[in-house]
């Protein structure tokens, strides 16, 4: 995907009795390894001496942190938080990890995944007096742990009373001042792993946070599994075994080539979808390109598989942030892309196979087409590694509307007219499940299928998210 | 007070159905003109076609908000707060109006005061389920009145079954999508007033907040009162009627001379503590001076009855802020003193009375003594216009410990001694309860004598203030 | 004078060889207490062992630098600057101390003041080849200093030619690598004093700013003169000797109640202004109040002589700052006045003198006198503690131009009939003169009388200012 | 190169008589396409009916400019620059464009490069009495530009005159009231484009700065060539003839792989690097990787010519920026890399051909080349598609001493047991030679073999640049 159309909504990281107060700074570099994840805001809750501080804002994890406040936070145990969010002006109160007191003092929680029925769970616990300071499921799943705990032996107890009632795709993280629990939804949509850093065990979304700490990877806490750290050691409680649905596009676009999801390593399997995209349409050209940079694993996928060379098709400039002002429409018409510009050199005269991992809006791929042809390519056929997005997430991921989703609406001839595409193939569903078959868990499809695992509303007041 | 030695805990201010969106705006003059009663931090909660909206930060008032904000706020109905806080690192959560969901809604709520069984009902409250962001007794407030707002037929009943519950000094106000309310406590320490603005109606902590908005004051709320703003007009529920006691040291030291408090203005009342004063002790000199600037009026009030003429002792340097960089000790020594210096040409080889309106910790009246004498002044005799303040205020102000109040440990001898002065002397507690005979109200003198109107938890994990 | 209506152009403050690093240090005390002569922005330029480091920003003098900027200048001397202007964007340039690097090595200078040859030097200068960096006067001085002393001995000698040549109101400093030199122009018109901090000398425009670093005064630097400081000690050199005309503004409005300028304390002078305004009008009422806080000496001069008890008829916010947003026009129509709030419980039903220091433009005063008017203020004599402004300033003070000075186009008859005073009376020349006839300088009275004592081109070019 | 071991030394755009105001943003645009060649500060000046206006500011271009600043400058004409510098605390004097007024008015002026003369030149004006602000060698072209032309017909013959007495590299823009006036060294060392967008001329370091404005590019500034644009039109003077010697490190790491410098594109250039490591080195495995992201064409070029797959051994965190905080010794011993992480899953088992563009200090390759160890790759070969560089550069690059020079000290031999590699193998001279021939001018090579093209002095004090 070229431009920022589709955002992970969150990365999580925890670390249990590091020593030397290290909790904070470890869970930072481990945010910064995720912070693909979600560039809105960032914090980190930690505990110490069984005392509670957090620090949290908008902004990236290295402008919300320095090492004084690193210092300040210290930290025996931590959990932080990474989030991209779609709100307005008041949204410091959404900045995870959320932190409450409850009858047992200080309760930090943190959450990658979307509830969908947060929204019930919400009006039923207002109906009984239940006060919210934000409108995320996150506080909602917070709220229940606490109800539940009031009438259960332990939070553990409560975390599993608690799974019983929300529905969704959800990886959390709870710190308490004495333990540090993380739980995944029945079906392991969104990922979640744990590692161990010397002595101290840790969790992330993805395996490569756990690297970053120079720690190293245990295992994947499986769906529907609750993993308790406390001064007893760990504790593991599968409340579900059912068959697992893992979200395909943390392979797809999302997630770090270097990470391992469910055994299976993303690099290795966008490299499978280029291979099987040529084996699917084989079409022939004088050069693969990849459409920078999340594109390129797969597009060497497709030159292995089909012998045509690897080459770049464009620079990718890499210092667009977030207030660098977009050229006006008259300068975008004059084909002005303040992020990628087509290797004249490279591409003027050539027949290209253009690979993307996904096209959601359709937008802007026009106009790197048009760019390609504007420096003289003879001919843009485009190859996407993934099938066409056709319906909304509402486990995690930030999909638009199905109305904004151009294969929604259009056929697939209709897409590759509209972008000027000489020609335009898709992955097809049974060739992406082909590459994810090394993954230990099922695959979650349903943006491309519409067979969505969980049933409930799916509505956008369904759609609070973390 | 020459220093910040003390500190009011709040101010707050607002206003119902102001045409053109003004809400926010006047607020905003309203909070500025309450500046003085809280500089740590101000919000402002706004409705608007029964949609709430708010912005708050720690900082001054015009720091807080630029036009864009205030335009941004816009607004039907308003309430803002001006506050001043102790706390640490994260201090935003606990800046208020504190603003939450509910079963019918956004609440939102500014409070001034303090409850002296807040950690009670927080307690019960947590032992029932309740998670809390804060630990600010307002947000123990909301949760009462959500809490009864399920057991009752209205907001305003939710609102008498709480101050039926809560205890302590407060005056509370409440904005919800279609009404504003405000309460005062049963003994009416806090002030809290009402006017009108056009046709609006408004509320402030101090009477000079109406004014400065350009409205009329109508009259106090009373004691124990609910004045309820609707589309119904204006409801007034007397919820107690007890006899009142408001507190005395926002006559002495907090408000503003130009705000009438209960009917009786602060400039008049400082002026006759100084004639009081005066009336008392009968200490002649060659001219009298004021501690700037509080201790003005009743220097003054001291020049009137004994014909000594008033004159300036020192120069005051308004420019110290936030940052200002303390002299360090060896500065100090030498005599520096960054805010009051003394005019020497005026003060050599004269006898002095030196008006200051309280001593509380008595830290800095030494050097100011020490500083006059060094300028020449041949005796500095030292009149404070309040009793000797030996006990801590459990109702909204923030004294420091009793251990550190040197009236609690010393004697007025000792305190003289201590300071250096020629001569020490107070109001007596008869004079001050003459002074203030002209409020509609009684007063709270606890401070000075230990008699706490309101029975109760009196250890410092009662003073967890607005 | 009740709003920011005229402002100082400038404080100045240089300390010699202060022993452990303190040179910043002291300085930053030393323009904090000046901080009233320039609040748009500070500086700070420093020389330890021979080099020259500096820092210097818009903004207050605890704004522009905290502690950590402090230790890293420490320095054995420096010089600093506060600042008024009133240019646009991008004047961080002319933030002073202006460096920069000569044959010699690096030099400062900071310059209170205003040459009326300014343009004239630099545009001879600039046919020469001179490139200049801004467009203030203190690089014309610095220029010319540096191009003297191409063909002199001495940075001293480089100093009296190019004091033959500048022509203006100038009190400057000069710092290099081995030497701090301070002159100020021939008549005088600017302060400039010399101090002693322990063994170190210290130059101050105000002498409170040699107080507050707890150091003596010695002696103002006489006009016309050079002092330098240098290892071998302090050297004297008086260019000058022409009888002296120091700016009488100084007293009247601009300088601290407790600094002696030229062996006359302010406060004694001010009331002796309100001592000769009464014995020249000899207006009695009821109360004589002050506008807040200039015109408060000036106000207690006219109660002693008169006898009529003087009281507060304002009540003052002081929290006005930059970002302050401004009451809208219906608003301050409505009798807004953000900053002063009349205290109408004591102004009600009296007949009044309100003394101020000065009247320049006029255009808030007529809302002050109607706002005591409105709290009942039976009448208000307006009684100015200085002659009507008639001339605009050249020689360092930003007056606006005369067509925008009220007296300059109206009579006393019609600038009472505009503000709406039942009487006004100013100070006549004779009574002025009187009132400063203790300073050891005569006074510059241009902008009352129109005698410009350096002839020259007074247009707005000539103000191009420090 | 992995770390940022090497910096461009500035990059500068301009824009002649853009219509609607437009030449601001133009140079916005051209600035943010150059970002790479330097990320410390950024700024712009403006002519807009004969006025000069200008903004500049450490930070990136983006964080420098909004979109506020840009409309306030908007201007017919414009220059900016982006600058790489290492300088202290006080550098906002040393931003440019440098703006200065002299004789005629204001002039602006852009540089890119490195004159080895500047501090000679600089201590004969001051002697002469010249003032500097700053220690740049910009500052000495100006002041000669401006001492010339007292002497001279015109501006284009003062920078004749100059450009006979400057030595080093340099590209310059000058902009004046009514001309915009771009001049390159005599060997061409530093690039500058001339391009033309609309009908308006303008002029960047890389010709991609161009295109991103949507315009197209005439041809490189010549050698030794003026390029004067005025009402008058296009005026080109060649003041030089003498052979060219472009700096061979722009094709190596600095230039971005769409821009065409001297005829010759860089990423083809770098392409036939990789193809000539090959050949001349012929080593063989099972992949080829890139060090990220600047070796990749390389890599591909030895894949190409070897039949080696490419494939990625890295993930690259792009989020490193100037406020990350770098891990701690014992994390770094850990093996945590902020940027780079290898991808295990491919690299493990394989034999390795590592491509990277330069080793300057050799600091950070051998943990990467560890760290592909760590993961499992049985053989590392280091392939450095440049000679060993052995020399500083004078002429613009901020190569380190030469002491930090790895390839100084070290044979091919010794770095190769350093960094621990299976093999270690450089590019010849003669291969670089080979690769740029179809540049249209000579190279430097003096950072490889010595061979200084300008005569002069080589010391550190010759190394003030742009």
Redo the contacts between chains.
């Keep these: 995907m070229p431009f920022d159309e589709l955002h992970e909504e969150c990365g999580v990281f925890g670390i249990y009795n590091s020593p030397d107060r290290h909790a904070a ?1 470890h869970t ?2 481990g945010l ?2 995720q ?2 994840r979600g ?1 809105e805001s960032a914090g980190i809750a930690v505990t110490e001496n069984g005392k509670m ?3 949290k804002k908008q902004g ?4 919300v ?3 004084e406040m ?1 210092a ?1 936070l210290g930290g025996d145990s931590a959990i932080g938080h990474v989030r991209y969010s779609t709100t307005g ?2 949204i ?1 109160e959404n900045v995870q990890p959320i932190v ?4 047992e003092g200080k309760i930090a929680l943190a959450h990658n995944g979307n509830l969908i029925n947060a929204h019930e769970l919400r009006d039923e616990m ?10 995320t499921d996150s506080e909602v799943i ?2 229940q742990l ?2 539940n ?2 009438t259960t032996e332990s939070l553990e107890e409560a975390i599993q009373e608690t799974m019983q009632i929300i529905r969704g795709g959800y990886s959390v993280l709870v710190l308490t001042n004495d333990k540090l629990i993380a739980f995944r939804d029945a079906l392991g949509i969104r990922p979640l792993t744990l590692g161990i850093v010397g002595d101290s065990y840790c969790f992330a979304s993805e395996s ?1 946070a756990i ?4 720690g190293e990877v245990i295992r994947d806490v499986a769906p529907g599994e609750i993993i308790s750290l406390s001064r007893e050691g760990l504790q593991s409680i599968r409340v579900f075994t059912e068959s697992s649905r893992f979200c395909s596009f943390e392979y797809i676009y999302f997630a ?3 990470s ?1 999801l469910n055994g299976l ?1 993303v ?2 399997a966008r490299l499978e979808m280029g291979r099987q995209l040529f084996r699917e349409h084989g079409v022939m050209a004088d050069m693969v390109i990849d459409v920078p940079s999340s594109g ?2 797969a597009a ?1 996928g497709y030159s ?1 598989e089909s012998g045509i ?4 098709g ?2 990718r ?5 977030r ?3 977009k ?2 429409q008259n ?1 975008r018409e ?3 892309n ?1 992020k990628l ?6 591409v003027k005269g050539k027949r290209l196979i253009m690979v993307d991992d996904s096209i959601v809006r359709g937008t802007t791929i026009r106009r790197i087409v048009q760019s390609l042809r504007d420096a003289g390519a003879v001919e843009v056929h485009v190859m996407v590694s993934s099938p066409p997005v056709r319906y909304s997430c509402f486990y995690g991921i930030d999909t638009p509307k199905r109305q904004h989703l151009i294969a929604a609406k259009h056929s697939v001839a209709e897409i590759q007219q509209e972008i000027g595409a000489d020609s335009l193939h898709y992955l097809s569903l049974e060739g992406l499940r082909h590459t994810l078959s090394g993954a230990s868990t099922g695959s979650c499809l349903a943006c491309f299928n519409g067979d969505y695992p969980i049933p409930g509303d799916l509505t956008e007041q369904s759609k609070t998210c973390c």
């Design positions: 700074v930072y570099y910064f390894a912070q693909h560039q501080k957090y620090h990236l994890v290295q402008e942190f320095d090492e690193l300040f002006k008041n410091v409450r007191n409850y009858r207002e109906n009984l007096g239940a006060i919210f300071q934000t409108t917070l709220a606490v109800k705990r009031l490569a690297q970053m700490v120079g770090r080539t270097d391992n390593n690099y290795s390129m694993a060497l292995y060379p690897f080459g770049r464009f620079f400039n890499s210092y667009v942030g207030t660098f002002i050229p006006a300068m004059a084909g002005v303040a510009a087509p290797i004249t050199e490279n």
